[in-house]
């Protein structure tokens, strides 16, 4: 199994804020890690696919970066209200499997 | 518009078998291109893959949950299922369908469906 630690678990942040989540992969995953949003109630929304490609629709201030084979990052530039929720990483190198996901709530 | 529409009981007694349907409308489950998948999430938990397949009937299973998983696809009613033995509390979760690509980028998802595990 290929095993994916997010972190921080949670972080409060502000309107206009820069925030990153980190994703590592319990071994090499190459590029092939995705990331999703979640709000509450609602099915997970692709925004990032391959580490760094932007989902067609969504705002170019999210971006995902590669810094090795096991290490990957999730940025949101310019934290806008709507951009409060949780955010998984999935990596689709061996089948599938997730991280525990990194919730950004409002500071 | 493509739509995924999860169907099966709500509540499971321990050790007996969880059995959803997954009902597909707007593309056909028989299309080449796409595999069809069932991701579930723990209340307040993260999201947990469990397994797709593929329209020949290929499937792939999580290691974790491999012995007690069985997917199968009914290419006739355009609908695949999931189906989970001896299930117990820690299998209670919201159960989602998906469409995924070879990538298992999820790009449709069914609205979910909340299974309980209780006597």
């Known amino acids: 199994d290929v095993q994916m630690t997010q972190s921080p678990s949670s972080l409060s942040a502000s309107v206009g804020d820069r925030v990153t989540i980190t994703c590592q992969a319990s071994q090499d995953i190459k590029n092939h890690l995705n990331w999703y949003q979640q709000k509450p109630g609602k099915a997970p929304k692709l925004l990032i696919y391959?580490?760094?490609?932007l989902e067609t629709g969504v705002p170019s201030r999210f971006s995902g970066s590669r810094r090795s084979g096991t290490d990957f990052t999730l940025t949101i530039n310019n934290l806008q209200p709507e951009d409060f929720a949780t955010y998984y990483c999935?990596?689709?190198?061996?089948?599938?499997?997730f991280g525990g996901g990194s919730k950004v709530e409002i500071k | 518009q493509l739509q995924l529409q999860e169907s099966g009981p709500g509540l499971v007694r321990p050790s007996e078998t969880l059995s959803l349907t997954c009902s597909v409308s707007g593309a056909s489950i028989s299309g080449t291109t796409y595999y069809w998948g069932w991701i579930r999430q723990s209340p307040g938990k993260g999201l947990e893959w469990i397994g797709s397949?593929?329209?020949?009937?290929?499937?792939y299973y999580s290691p974790s949950l491999k012995s007690r998983v069985t997917i199968s696809i009914d290419s006739s009613k355009n609908q695949f299922s999931l189906r989970l033995t001896s299930v117990t509390a820690a299998d209670t979760a919201v159960y989602y369908c998906a469409r995924h690509n070879h990538e298992y980028q999820v790009r449709w998802w069914g609205q979910g469906t909340l299974v309980a595990v209780s006597s």
């Open positions: 391959d580490a760094s490609n």
């Open positions: 999935q990596q689709s190198d061996r089948l599938s499997s």
């Open positions: 397949i593929f329209f020949s009937g290929t499937s």
